[in-house]
């Protein structure tokens, strides 16, 4: 989902090693399931032992995010969670299969914040903290924040001005506008994060039996599919098909 040409060669030739490497003949579609965690999460680390509690924070930290985003309308579709750490610092992962849009409303950003925000608003309900798990997340709620408000004025009063983010091509070393305006475009940030966080915990809280539900199995099983997940918590409220934008209504 979502791959282009040579993320799709990547799987299969991991797909073919797989196979190989259990010496049969032929590819399955287990060994290409096995060849996408690779390509997506990462090698796994089996070597990465984590304390009972550590895997704890992590299911919850991962069912954070696919409630989430199973009872988001604008949300992408879940279609696998794991919690077998791989790569160099992933502990967890969820697969999603983003929707096929040339472009991105605000309200879709703001979903996709509300996901990303989702695990580190389960951990806060569940243990009463927070972790470095979220570190990630983080950045990618940061940066979809300030893209929304500086580049897209994606707010109310914003203008029709686009600066670009720090470090991105195109940035200037001199920032192009004033110090009251970076001024606005942090609160502006805060305000939208500040938000979503609101609706997230708001969400999670509504549904912690199915957090819990989807946590304890995650414990047991360290992965689950798209249709596990819905044997666990039920259908997706709403059709992936239909309605990719918010005045969209077409399949």
Not at 21 to 35: C, M, Q, S, T, Y
Not at 45 to 73: N, P
Not at 190 to 205: G, H, M, Q
Request: proline share 4%; glycine share 8%; with cysteine.
């Amino acid at each position: 989902p979502g791959f282009v040409g040579a993320d799709i060669a990547n799987v299969c030739n991991e797909g073919a090693l797989v196979t190989a490497r259990e010496k049969l003949d032929a590819v399955g579609l287990d060994h290409l399931e096995k060849a996408m965690d690779r390509v997506i999460g990462g090698i796994e680390k089996k070597s990465r032992v984590l304390s009972d509690f550590e895997k704890k924070v992590v299911a919850y930290h991962e069912a954070g995010h696919a409630i989430t985003g199973w009872f988001l309308k604008y949300a992408d579709p879940l279609m696998k969670i794991s919690i077998i750490p791989r790569g160099s610092a992933a502990l967890g992962y969820a697969q999603y299969l983003p929707k096929e849009t040339a472009i991105s409303t605000a309200t879709q950003l703001f979903d996709r914040i509300c996901v990303l925000l989702g695990g580190r608003v389960s951990e806060l309900i569940t243990f009463g903290h927070l972790s470095t798990g979220a570190s990630d997340d983080l950045q990618k709620v940061t940066q979809i924040a300030y893209s929304k408000v500086s580049q897209l004025s994606m707010y109310p009063g914003g203008g029709h001005l686009s600066f670009p983010l720090p470090g991105q091509q195109g940035a200037q070393i001199q920032k192009p506008y004033s110090d009251d305006v970076a001024e606005l475009f942090d609160e502006e940030v805060k305000s939208i994060v500040d938000s979503a966080f609101k609706r997230t915990k708001a969400l999670l809280e509504e549904k912690a039996e199915e957090v819990q539900r989807v946590a304890e199995h995650l414990l047991k099983y360290e992965v689950i599919t798209r249709d596990d997940f819905i044997k666990i918590v039920g259908p997706r409220p709403f059709e992936d098909e239909a309605g990719t934008h918010p005045d969209d209504h077409t399949v």
